[in-house]
């Protein structure tokens, strides 16, 4: 009986050690996500460290638990994490690092209907070939983040437009499935983006009489 037990208890044991580490890495994870929002509304370059950072726990976590298409995902984050710190430190004419700027509205016109494109392209593939909830949906919301990553990485203002929209949309779907906590993070997402558009504005309005004068 003894035997039977401690048979039984051994891999139970194991299993939530792991359960236990996947959550205090995931909760780092959580918090270096936060910290490369804020410091990149700050349009601070260390933004970037902590982005792959957060998202190297991810791909991790994600891989582990056979999500393979968001450990994917964050692959590319990490990617986009070299390139945003090449562009804030090194890009640019003069390359001293990017400055904020403003895409032209057809810019944004064009760009919106590439990717709503791909985006009715990917969620036709998972409304027809996975079980996927809200295929449509998600895959727009994927797709539309891929893009706005780029307008981060090359400090266009409006990209925390797109982001009020992306984590409204996400806010819906997580309230669908009940991620009643996630969805109010994503509230914190919203204000944030916000703001950010508010501080990035600021920030390219010196940055252009700093020129001029």
């Known amino acids: ?27 780092v994870a959580v918090l270096l996500a936060l910290a490369y929002l804020l410091l990149a509304m700050r349009a601070s370059v260390w933004c970037w460290a902590a982005a792959f950072l957060s998202t190297a726990i991810y791909t ?20 986009m994490a070299f390139y945003g710190y090449w562009q804030w430190s090194r890009g640019g004419e003069r390359h001293h690092g990017v400055q904020v700027c403003s895409w032209p509205l057809a810019t944004h016109l064009r760009l919106i ?74 509230v914190l997402y919203v204000g944030l983006a916000v703001g950010g558009f508010f501080l990035w504005r600021s920030t390219m309005v010196e940055e252009a009489e700093a020129v001029t004068g």
């Open 60 to 79: 991790v976590l994600f891989f582990k638990v056979m999500l393979l298409m968001e450990s994917l995902l964050n692959v590319y984050y990490m990617a």
């Open 113 to 186: 209907a590439l990717t709503s494109i791909v985006s009715l392209a990917v969620g036709y593939l998972m409304a027809n070939f996975t079980q996927a909830s809200f295929p449509y949906l998600d895959a727009a919301t994927t797709c539309f983040a891929v893009m706005t990553t780029y307008l981060v990485a090359r400090k266009v203002l409006e990209n925390w437009l797109y982001w009020v929209v992306i984590d409204l949309v996400s806010i819906y779907l997580y309230l669908s499935k009940g991620l009643m906590l996630t969805s109010l993070l994503f």
């Open 1 to 27: 009986m003894t035997a039977w037990f401690g048979a039984l208890m051994t891999p139970l044991q194991t299993a939530l050690g792991e359960m236990h580490a996947m959550t205090v890495w995931e909760a």
